[in-house]
């Protein structure tokens, strides 16, 4: 069984930067894949980044490319994402999501373990 626990959201003007936090507990979460995925107030769920289990590939939404890093440490069981040059846009509860499987996937039914969310909202 895995755990999941994000930090990090807040309030933040355009412009700015945060860093999301997601803690796991369970010893195997070093080999999950990890992702990140946004929901706003009134749309879908939608896919925001994954990383490997080792680090070693990732996996971006065109429209956080380049702003938004996903990085993890296997010793901390913590994944994190780094988002930079933040829109009003970007204004959604962030969830991280962990799967068994090897791979990188934007779809969330593949994740098995869900986190509570953590709110991101940056003004303009």
């Known amino acids: 069984q895995v755990q999941l626990v994000e930090s990090g959201g807040g309030l933040v003007q355009a412009g700015d930067s945060l860093r999301l936090s997601c803690a796991a507990s369970?010893?195997?979460?070093?080999?999950?894949?990890t992702g990140w995925f946004r929901q706003a107030p009134g749309k879908e769920r939608e896919f925001v980044s994954a990383?490997?289990?080792?680090?070693?590939?990732?996996l971006y939404a065109d429209s956080v490319k380049g702003r938004f890093t996903i990085s993890r440490d296997n010793a901390k069981n913590t994944v994190y994402l780094q988002m930079n040059s933040l829109k009003p846009e970007d204004t959604a509860v962030y969830y991280c999501?962990?799967?068994?499987?090897?791979?990188?996937?934007?779809?969330?039914?593949?994740?098995?373990?869900w986190g509570q969310g953590t709110q991101v909202t940056v003004s303009s």
């Open positions: 369970g010893r195997t979460f070093s080999r999950y894949t």
């Open positions: 999501a962990g799967s068994p499987l090897d791979g990188l996937y934007a779809r969330a039914h593949v994740y098995d373990y």
């Open positions: 990383i490997s289990w080792n680090g070693g590939s990732t």
